[in-house]
């Protein structure tokens, strides 16, 4: 690819005799050892913005693999610090392990090199004399570049199978002094692995900036505006009185891994909510806990907003908007009415992951409203946040399903602060064991304390007075008194071991849907947010799993709650059948209220669907959520005027259902080409199971039949499965084949027309364009996707 008879320079040919030990004769062949001396020589001593020329390449050819947890022998390329980090072959992400993982999280767990070398990392860059030629030569960062410009992949078909491309394929992390025989025994695995080269300008780019030590132009500096909101934040989070100190640290705990961003400022610029041994106005020194109830082990810690210098992937990108709006809400609930805190909780384990008995001084109505407030962002810190593969929440959820909340003014578990107490000790997590061998737990304590809580709410729904469905309607929230009424409604993809969270009731009416109300809400959170370990050992992810499955079917019982008595039973047995079956023999649920009737009125034979029309006209009131694409009947879709015509192509792909769709990815992003502009769309799989809890069952899960589409007009998921280009022209003849796709051969030659494949010429200039429409969708939440789990079709 390039030419390595060179003309050397008198200062390089010293610089090579020097390096070579004195008289050692350089080999110059395209051997795995070798080096490009030629880049060396381009552009003299100027050195490669790492902000403008180096970082931009990264993010586009490199982060898009190595962003999160399960980044490739845990080597994070989202930081020059990521970088200088290194590489570690432990994998994060092990269900199996007996004892927990020693945490590795970037910025937090260890602070300086030597510390992560103490932790497992190894370097991948050059630790001998710092000079361009050595800083290629030792450098596997560098090695693994080239070997990918010496053996470039094919550019038609498919990898070869060979390759392995498995979410759980063997890891091969190999040091520098191993790099040879890693060459020879995988040279069609450089990187970008499995995908195209990258281009002669990318390539130079990056090893004349690794030539130079990597050097980092990045400057921290903040706006005048930016710089007063830090100090006005963390001087009110800071504040001493103990009804702030309690509110600060109801706060921290709900919030520690989200993204926050002051309104109205850089759309790229980011903070952590942090604890400090270090006070506002001087350099953060984060206190490192696995939790963050965890106990800081120190007297005196302060709050601090910590910029996030890392590049921003979608998966781990979740953001919470502070603002001067914000503040004043803060205020209204929890500083200005009238409740006394005496004392500070305590952060014994016991009680700390217990938050009904640790934040009881709280009004419990002040704390569902601050959840309501923004539940998009609580529902999806258990998606998002560092949890790159969330089998342990998602394999007990459907792949498509409504979630609705009960009315803050309604109901007593949501305003009954003596209720909530009383309960408080049932409302106890697995997560307070932290890891534990007794796998057993959740089927033995928690489960009794599971029981006590049901026995309890079916006595309160037994007592509650009849009401018509029109006014049962009122017990579901619609939005009022809240910073978002959006969030009134929200719509969860789940795609595989990921998922999505959007706001309205979007795709075609789901098999199943949730009503959640406060306790079910802050259960999730300490469940699967708070409490969850990701380093965590078998015992606490088993658990934590089978405990999550208690909250869902407390979260769909109460959505049954809302239909006849004659439906119920019906649905429960349609839905999860597997899991549900499994669970019977484990767990007697109590099924008194399956036969006791409080909401009557329903006027068709289809009760479920009768309902979700109810809510979707009462939720109307407050925002639009109308899905035309894949919701769109006779009876309630009379005319697609407002539609354009690629809009009504799409209504003709939400429309496959069953057998057809088996082939399909998880998820694809669809690219229609126009004269004006092109247009984006995400095709969503939505796979039918008959049970997804697998830790319960060997069984195959999978019922095909059950499988439906979902478009989505934009983009969604973090985890792109495979890309489709189609020409506005061609849509027609587009949706036509895809329609009529039987089988994995229909599906291949599909691919061949209208699929840009891993191989594919244009697929980095493709993926980029992708990438280029969710920057434009949405500035603030925008993130890096991850072609991790990019289809080998």
């Not at 020589?41 to 999160?68: F, M, T």
């Not at 910025?107 to 103490?118: F, G, L, Q, S």
């Not at 030590?213 to 009185?241: C, H, R, V, Y």
């Not at 051969?745 to 840009?756: L, T």
Request: net charge neutral; charged share 25%; proline share 4%.
């Amino acid at each position: 690819m390039f030419n390595y008879t060179i003309k050397i320079s008198c200062a390089l040919l010293i610089s090579i005799f020097l390096v070579s030990c004195a008289g050692e004769k350089e080999n110059i062949t395209q051997g795995p050892t070798n080096i490009d001396y030629d880049i060396l020589l381009r552009g003299g001593d100027k050195n490669i913005s790492y902000i403008n020329e180096a970082r931009p390449v990264l993010e586009k050819r490199c982060i898009v693999c190595h962003g999160c947890y399960d980044a490739p022998c845990q080597l994070k390329l989202t930081s020059i610090e990521g970088i200088r980090r290194g590489a570690n072959p432990k994998k994060v992400y092990d269900a199996e392990r007996i004892l927990s993982s020693q945490p590795t999280r970037l910025y937090i767990d260890a602070k300086t090199e030597e510390e992560w070398r103490k932790k497992g990392f190894h370097s991948v860059l050059n630790e001998q004399e710092d000079n361009a030629i050595n800083n290629l030569r030792h450098s596997v960062l560098y090695k693994m570049l080239r070997l990918k410009q010496l053996n470039p992949q094919p550019r038609v078909g498919m990898i070869n199978d060979n390759i392995d491309l498995g979410l759980d394929r063997k890891q091969t992390c190999p040091v520098n002094d191993q790099f040879d025989d890693y060459a020879e025994d995988f040279p069609a695995q450089g990187m970008p692995f499995a995908t195209p080269n990258l281009t002669d300008d990318e390539y130079h780019t990056l090893v004349k900036w690794i030539s130079q030590g990597m050097p980092d132009d990045s400057q921290l500096t903040f706006s005048t505006a930016t710089k007063k909101q830090l100090i006005k934040w963390e001087a009110f989070l800071n504040e001493p009185d103990l009804k702030h100190q309690l509110f600060s640290r109801y706060f921290y705990e709900h919030i520690f891994l989200g993204h926050l961003h002051f309104k109205g400022e850089d759309t790229r610029q980011f903070f952590r909510l942090v604890r400090s041994l270090t006070p506002p106005g001087k350099a953060i020194s984060e206190i490192a806990t696995v939790r963050p109830y965890s106990d800081p082990k120190v007297a005196k810690f302060y709050y601090r907003l910590r910029y996030v210098k890392s590049s921003i992937v979608d998966k781990t990108h979740n953001v919470y908007e502070l603002s001067d709006r914000r503040m004043a809400r803060f205020h209204e609930l929890f500083i200005k009415p009238e409740y006394k805190v005496d004392k500070l909780p305590s952060y014994d384990p016991s009680q700390a992951a217990n938050p009904f008995i640790t934040f009881a001084d709280i009004p419990v109505t002040l704390r569902y409203r601050f959840l309501l407030d923004d539940a998009k962002f609580f529902i999806e810190s258990f998606i998002k946040g560092p949890v790159c593969r969330g089998q342990v929440a998602l394999n007990v959820i459907e792949d498509n399903f409504w979630v609705f909340f009960s009315d803050p003014d309604k109901l007593m578990v949501n305003i009954d602060d003596n209720y909530i107490n009383t309960m408080a000790d049932n409302f106890r997590l697995p997560t307070e064991n932290e890891n534990t061998l007794n796998l057993l737990s959740a089927w033995t304590t928690y489960w009794d304390l599971q029981l006590k809580n049901i026995q309890a709410r079916q006595q309160v729904y037994a007592n509650m007075p009849k009401m018509d469905i029109e006014d049962a309607l009122s017990i579901i929230w619609d939005g009022r008194n809240s910073m978002d009424k959006n969030n009134s409604a929200l719509t969860i993809f789940r795609h595989f071991d990921s998922a999505s969270v959007k706001q309205g009731m979007l795709g075609d009416y789901p098999e199943s849907a949730w009503v959640l109300d406060y306790p079910i809400l802050e259960r999730i959170h300490y469940l699967l947010v708070a409490g969850y370990d990701v380093y965590g050992n078998v015992g606490h992810q088993f658990n934590t799993r089978i405990y999550m499955d208690f909250l869902r079917m407390e979260a769909e019982n109460t959505f049954l709650a809302f239909l006849p008595v004659d439906v119920r039973k019906k649905l429960l047995q349609t839905w999860y059948k597997g899991i549900r079956e499994g669970l019977f023999q484990y767990f007697k649920v109590p099924d008194d209220w399956l036969k006791v009737e409080v909401v009557s009125g329903y006027k068709t034979d289809d009760p479920q669907r009768e309902l979700y029309k109810k809510i979707e006209q009462r939720l109307k009131k407050s925002t639009d959520i109308t899905d035309f694409i894949n919701r769109c009947y006779a009876d309630e879709c009379a005319s697609t005027q407002n539609l354009s015509e690629i809009d009504i192509q799409m209504q003709r792909i939400a429309r496959i259902k069953g057998d057809n769709l088996i082939v399909f990815p998880d998820i694809a992003f669809l690219k229609v080409t126009a004269k004006k502009h092109s247009h984006v769309y995400t095709l969503i799989n939505n796979k039918g199971y008959k049970n997804i809890s697998s830790l319960l069952s060997d069984t195959d899960n999978r019922e095909m039949g059950s499988d439906t589409m979902t478009v989505y007009k934009g983009m969604l998921g973090a985890y792109p499965n495979f890309f489709f280009v189609v020409d506005e022209q061609q849509l027609v003849a587009f949706v036509d084949k895809i329609i009529s796709i039987k089988n994995r051969e229909d599906y291949e030659r599909f691919v061949g027309v209208y699929g840009v494949r891993r191989t594919a010429s244009n697929f980095w200039k493709q993926a980029d364009w992708f990438d280029e429409q969710y920057a434009k969708q949405d500035p603030v939440a925008y993130g890096i996707f991850d072609l991790y789990r990019y289809n080998n079709r």
